[in-house]
């Protein structure tokens, strides 16, 4: 029943890898990254005036993966979220994206690598007085002003069409489900077609049917779309389901990293009390089938 332990992230290869110079040879290698890395979050150090939010934390995001960072509240999640946008710098360290360290960056480059996430924001976070085609095409009008009108339409229909949201571009947000408004949020995330989507709390406030359907959605998306997926969680459920890593925060610290098998059954107590502190016991996560991989459309667990 217990799935075989996969090693821990990091722990295989160690050595720094000298990635291609695609910025030409004076690129600075970062001492660390590792081949698919596609962020690397280097000894993260966040603070806010006296406040010590990010004590140091490193991560490596692999390229087409799914990470999950779950925490309890007032962890760090949303600040360590916030510098992986660019919207924050780190006070001390480095977060490398693509092998590009975006930490000294200034703010007509920052906003060119902010276009390289896509965000899916809590709740959808859609403007509620503008139709669902306003919605997913404002990427587009703020940063493809050279776009024909003709061809934003063409772009958002068809993402609409591909999200199975086909026919509801003059409808009105409150008039869709939760699940509906979901795929409209993320709809307008890949307009700009990002590498990386972050998802903010995606199934927070969500029953357990439309909870169930957000992962599927981000599975889905991940692999059709070949992103990498970064989720900011407190659902443990939710994170059995979809990561390959997951990072547990705990006041400002990566406490515990590994696949969830890693810290649902691994030996560091605090990781095991944080899941069984959440309700479900570990016995009914296990995870049925091979160990999953980038690119896997489907994903098999365990009836929950
Ligand atoms: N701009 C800020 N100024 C001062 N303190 C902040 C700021 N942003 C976050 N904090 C503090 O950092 C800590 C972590 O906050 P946050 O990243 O929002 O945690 P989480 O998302 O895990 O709940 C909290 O104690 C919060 O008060
Ligand atoms: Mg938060």
Do not use: C
């Not at 999200?163 to 949020?185: F, T």
């Amino acid at each position: 029943m217990k799935a075989e332990l996969a090693p821990r992230p990091g722990s295989v290869q160690e050595e720094p890898v000298v990635p291609p110079a695609p910025n030409g040879p004076s690129k600075p290698v970062p001492a660390g990254l590792l081949p698919d890395d596609h962020i690397f979050v280097d000894n993260v150090v966040k603070r806010f005036g006296d406040t010590l939010v990010l004590r140091g934390v490193t991560m490596h995001l692999k390229r087409h993966q799914t990470a999950v960072v779950i925490g309890g509240s007032g962890a760090g999640k949303t600040t360590l979220l916030r510098m992986l946008i660019a919207l924050e710098k780190p006070t001390t360290g480095h977060i490398w994206v693509d092998g590009d360290d975006i930490a000294p960056l200034g703010e007509v480059e920052l906003n060119r690598v902010r276009q390289r996430f896509g965000m899916v924001f809590q709740y959808a976070a859609l403007l509620d007085s503008l139709t669902i085609f306003e919605n997913v095409v404002f990427p587009l009008r703020e940063h493809r002003k050279k776009m024909s009108r003709r061809d934003q339409r063409t772009k958002v229909l068809d993402m609409l069409k591909l999200l199975g949201l086909e026919g509801k571009e003059d409808r009105m947000p409150s008039e869709l489900s939760g699940g509906q408004r979901k795929r409209v949020g993320l709809a307008r995330a890949l307009m700009l077609e990002p590498k990386i989507l972050i998802y903010d709390e995606p199934t927070s406030g969500l029953d357990p049917i439309t909870s169930r359907m957000v992962d599927d959605l981000i599975e889905e998306t991940r692999d059709r779309f070949q992103v990498t997926s970064v989720v900011i969680s407190h659902d443990m459920t939710s994170t059995m389901r979809i990561a390959h890593q997951a990072f547990l925060l705990v006041r400002g610290e990566v406490i515990a990293s590994g696949t969830p098998d890693d810290l649902a059954y691994g030996d560091n107590e605090a990781a095991r009390e944080f899941i069984m502190a959440s309700g479900i016991a570990p016995d009914r996560l296990s995870r049925v089938g091979d160990e999953k991989q980038a690119g896997d459309a489907t994903v098999k667990y365990k009836a929950m």
